[in-house]
């Protein structure tokens, strides 16, 4: 029932932009926060960004703040992700997150019930 499709990660050089998108369906989108996670090679998982079910509240991790920036569009049903000046040490499986509980931002690894497939994201000159 539960999808959660990404898209837009790629190949860019160090400085380079990528978007990445998350289709979300068969729960209601707009009554929940969403999160980004990242999983470098051979590394755990690392929470990146987060952002309110109405979208008007962002949160980022250290990594990603001035760079990074979250958004979402509840009428698409859709997460994203502007990844902006990127660097090597953001090479890494992107997935979108869905809180297990409503109206619950979550700046953690943990907590979610359902993640999507993830998208490869890679920096590299």
Known sequence: EVQLVESGGGLVQPGGSLRLSCAASG??????????????PGK????????????????????????FTISRDNAKNTLYLQMNSLK????????????????????????????GQGTQVTVSS
């Open 27 to 40: 729960f209601p989108f707009s009554r929940y926060a969403m999160s980004w996670v990242r999983q470098a």
């Open 88 to 115: 090597p040490e953001d090479t890494a499986v992107y997935y979108c997150a869905k809180p297990s509980d409503v109206g619950v931002v979550l700046a953690s690894t943990n907590g979610y019930d359902y993640w």
């Open 44 to 67: 755990g998982l690392e929470w990146v960004s987060a952002i309110s079910s109405g979208g008007t509240s962002t949160t980022y991790a250290d990594s990603a703040k001035g760079r």
